[in-house]
């Protein structure tokens, strides 16, 4: 939410006191800072599908950590 401030801040000129300000913002223009509303052009569905079937399957699980995947960054 500080990120989504600063940006406020720098393109509208307005700083909110508190993050709830923020908040009550964004919910006005009806979006969410969970998701983005579109998906990105640069989106690879064949990468996701091979993430999913190959990757999650092992990571859901909880075995052993995947090489090259730092998992506390």
């Known amino acids: 939410?500080?990120?989504?401030?600063?940006?406020?801040?720098?393109?509208?000129?307005?700083?909110?006191?508190?993050?709830s300000g923020v908040w009550r913002?964004?919910?006005?223009?009806?979006?969410?800072w969970q998701a983005p509303a579109v998906r990105a052009a640069e989106r690879d569905e064949e990468d996701i599908a091979a993430w999913?079937?190959?990757?999650?399957?092992?990571?859901?699980r909880g075995s052993a950590p995947i090489r090259g995947v730092d998992r506390f960054r």
């Open 1 to 19: 939410m500080a990120r989504i401030n600063r940006l406020t801040k720098e393109r509208l000129g307005r700083c909110y006191a508190d993050l």
């Open 25 to 32: 913002m964004i919910d006005r223009l009806g979006l969410s």
């Open 52 to 60: 999913r079937t190959q990757v999650w399957p092992r990571v859901k």
